[in-house]
């Protein structure tokens, strides 16, 4: 269940302790149908690793066990997961809350066709990668026909009643930069998010969540390869705010790994940076007792500084505007 990891790298970024657990963050697996060049996950149609039934019954058990409120389902595209569909009706069971990451397209994939009237039937919130209302700037970061793709995607989720003001569906979009900048006020963009999708698109969506690109995977190596990495570590920095820490997601998250081992986020994960606990190995969900979580200190290193510069950045979007 443990494998040794080398020790955390050096930072100056403050330290931080837990608080109450109340989401789980479960990916998964890498596999998507899409190759995003922001993506902090390296995800793509060419990964092959998906979360087996047997390590989603051992993460099923650890929420069934926990006070949980909400189950946040990721990837990679998590639709792509065989058990998928299982994973929310069991939680669903257990009275959580859940999220679906979904990147929009996925729901236009064959054997997908029923996917969006099965979220909508189970009354699961989806939170939808859109990185911008501009056609040729999604295509440019998404690839070819990504945007007229999401737009369909959207219009079908509109029509479950998903993004209606007199709707309990919720439907939210998440914007993340083109570049190595911060993102916009988020209050602001999405007010031009409600305008633009209404006026030319006819699309409805509930709320808006802004997030700066995190400098790892994909993205970090996209930064190196183009001599920005430090510039934009710079940006970070100073522009980071000891104010964002209170609301830092990973006080009340942990992110599950395909394989079932547990991170204080979704980006520790991908940097192999595991919770904090005796020794520094990777600690299993089978293994953790989430009424201990609380106090315990959070790995950190240089990343986490994306999560605290300008308004801050979580999966929920903006910490303050």
Known sequence: MHATLPL???TDFPAIRRGKLEIVQVNLGYLCNQQCLHCHVNASPQRKEIMTRETALQVIEFIRKSEVTTVDLTGGAPELNPHFRFIVEQVRGLGCH???RC????LNEPGQEDTAAFLAAHQVEITASLPCYMEENVNAQRGN???ESSIRAL???NALGYGLDDSERVLNLVYNPQGPSLPPPQCTLEQDYHKHLKDEYNVDFNHLFTITNMPIKRFGSTLVSKGQFSEYMDLLKQNSSKDN????MCRNLISIDWQGYVYDCDFNQMLDLPILGASNTRTHISAVDG????GQAIAVADHCYACIAGQGSSCGGALAE
């Open 291 to 294: 009424a201990r979580l609380p």
């Open 98 to 100: 859940v999220i679906d």
């Open 8 to 10: 955390l790298q050096h």
């Open 155 to 157: 219009h079908a989720l």
């Open 103 to 106: 990147n929009l397209t996925v």
């Open 145 to 147: 026909g990504v945007f």
């Open 245 to 248: 820490l209170v609301a830092v």
